[in-house]
T-cell receptor, first 116, second 114 residues
Framework: EDKVVQSPLSLVVHEGDTVTLNCSYE??????LLWYKQEKKAPTFLFML????IEKKSGRLSSILDKKELSSILNITATQTGDSAIYLC????????????????FGKGTKLTVNP | DVKVTQSSRYLVKRTGEKVFLECVQD?????MFWYRQDPGLGLRLIYF?????MKEKGDIPEGYSVSREKKERFSLILESASTNQTSMYLC????WGGGNQPQHFGDGTRLSIL
C-alpha cells in the first residue's frame, strides 16, 4: 500500500529560526511529490517535484527531492509568524491507463508554530 | 486563477439526515476529489471522479456517495449522517493528463453531526 510519512508531526520555533520538514514515501515509480501549506482554510500549493536533486525555491521556502532515499525536505529560512500552518506532503502514484484518475497519497502533515 | 468553491463553510446536521455537500470548479478540470480531514489522520480520500458520471471509491467510501452530472460540479452525499462523520470536508480538482498540474482545493466545509 502506498504510504507517505511526514516528520515531525509538530514543531514549535521562534521567529527567525530555520526549519526543515521531512517527507518520506513508499511509492515506487511515482510521478511527482507535492508540498502544500494549509492555514485555516484550503491547502495552497507550494511546490511540485519530479526530478531528484533539483531544488525548487520560492522566497524563503525551498524544497528538494531525493529519489534514491525516497524522501523530500521542505526548508523555511528566517521563519515568520505567518509561516505557522500545517504543511502537507503528497505523492502522485503512477498514472493509470487512459480514463483513470490521478489521486494523491497524503501524509498526515507537520504542524508548524512560529512564535514571535 | 483556479477557483474551487464549496457551498458551505460550516454546516450542522442531525443524525440520520441526508446531507449534500456541493463543490464547483471553474477551470474545466476533468478530475475532482472529495477528502475528509481529521486531526492526527490527515487527508483521506473518500471518492474521486475523472469524468462526468464517472466515479471511483477512495480509501474511505463507506457511508458516502457522490454525483457528477456536470463537469464543473461534484457532490458528496451522506446517505444517513452519523456522528463519526463530523469532520472537515475538502473538495479538490485537477487537470487530467495535465503534466505538472497540482490539485487545487476549496476552502472546506466543517460539518458537525449532532
Amino acid at each position: 500500500e502506498d504510504k507517505v510519512v511526514q516528520s515531525p508531526l509538530s514543531l514549535v520555533v521562534h521567529e527567525g529560526d530555520t526549519v526543515t520538514l521531512n517527507c518520506s514515501y513508499e511509492v515506487t515509480n511515482f510521478r511527482s511529490l507535492l508540498w502544500y501549506k494549509q492555514e485555516k482554510k484550503a491547502p495552497t500549493f507550494l511546490f511540485m517535484l519530479t526530478s531528484s536533486g533539483i531544488e525548487k525555491k520560492s522566497g524563503r521556502l525551498s524544497s528538494i527531492l531525493d529519489k534514491k532515499e525516497l524522501s523530500s525536505i521542505l526548508n523555511i529560512t528566517a521563519t515568520q509568524t505567518g509561516d505557522s500552518a500545517i504543511y502537507l506532503c503528497a505523492v502522485e502514484p503512477p498514472r493509470r491507463a487512459q480514463g483513470g484518475s490521478e489521486k494523491l497519497v497524503f501524509g498526515k502533515g507537520t504542524k508548524l508554530t512560529v512564535n514571535p | 486563477d483556479v477557483k474551487v468553491t464549496q457551498s458551505s463553510r460550516y454546516l450542522v446536521k442531525r443524525t440520520g439526515e441526508k446531507v449534500f455537500l456541493e463543490c464547483v470548479q471553474d477551470m474545466d478540470h476533468e478530475n475532482m476529489f472529495w477528502y475528509r480531514q481529521d486531526p492526527g489522520l490527515g487527508l483521506r480520500l473518500i471518492y474521486f471522479s475523472y469524468d462526468v458520471k464517472m466515479k471511483e471509491k477512495g480509501d474511505i467510501p463507506e457511508g458516502y456517495s457522490v454525483s457528477r452530472e456536470k463537469k464543473e460540479r461534484f457532490s458528496l452525499i451522506l446517505e444517513s449522517a452519523s456522528t463519526n462523520q463530523t469532520s472537515m470536508y475538502l473538495c479538490a480538482s485537477s487537470l487530467w493528463g495535465g503534466g505538472n498540474q497540482p490539485q487545487h482545493f476549496g476552502d472546506g466545509t466543517r460539518l458537525s453531526i449532532l
